[in-house]
């Protein structure tokens, strides 16, 4: 079973053709070749030695490519163990990969509290594509707030509760929101989708309007990401970060 690996995401453009050809294989040949394999891209990481072309918080999500991302190694090892079967049945599925996620240690820097540390998971142990994880937070009271993310994103929604009241629903699978996702909503007065990937780009803006036009958002929602820019060398501030999530919960629960 092929796994592609891509370093970087901005070195997709080189392959973008194949990449695109790879994915329509199976539509142009009526079935006769599914073209399975896994696809591991590198993206998402803080952007502070590479720039612009070692990290590209951007995606590409042609038909016919199935896109996760997962926020911790745990979960990484169950959804590359699903990936797999997937490709084995013909599907080629890309896996968005974080250096920094994979390595961290603690939510919480300073209290170097070792939250983010798991054990392997056992063998047999999967995450499927229409999984929803809901990391509840322990405080009570106040509007009930959700903030839907996925990948780097999580850990920015985890640090930002640390001075604002929110649940974090993630969804690994980003080529639309899943039924399970839609069902974690419903109990929310309000709900703000935490994007990684830059505005015009990313993928839960498509996951808002779906949503929307099924009903399923509460009154109050926003769509929170980084500015349509690219990245300078040694920098982080385009993207997604702890304060783009508390002001984007600050700003939902003040419409």
Sequence with gaps: MPIVEIPYAKYLDCGADVFYELAIAHWLSNGRRPNGMVIRLQGFDRGLFGGNFHTHNELRL?????????????????????????????????????????????????????????????????????????????????????????????????RARQSTPLDVLEQPYLNGPTDALAAALEPYDAVVFADPVKSGQNPLANFAALLQTRRALPRRWRVVAPPPAYNPLGRDFTFLGPDDVAEGVAAVLAD
Aim: aromatic share 8%.
């Design 62 to 158: 042609p038909p016919g490519v199935d896109a996760i991302c997962h926020s911790n190694g745990a979960d990484y090892a169950r959804g590359l163990r699903y990936a797999l079967r997937q490709a084995r049945a013909g599907r080629v599925v890309m896996s968005v990969d974080s250096t920094y996620l994979l390595n961290l240690r603690h939510v919480d820097e300073a209290a170097r509290d070792n939250a983010w540390l798991a054990a392997y998971p056992g063998a047999g142990e999967e995450y499927p594509f229409d999984a929803v994880t809901t990391h509840a937070d322990p405080r009570a009271g106040g509007p009930r707030v959700a903030v839907v993310t996925y990948g780097t994103g999580v850990l920015a929604a985890l």
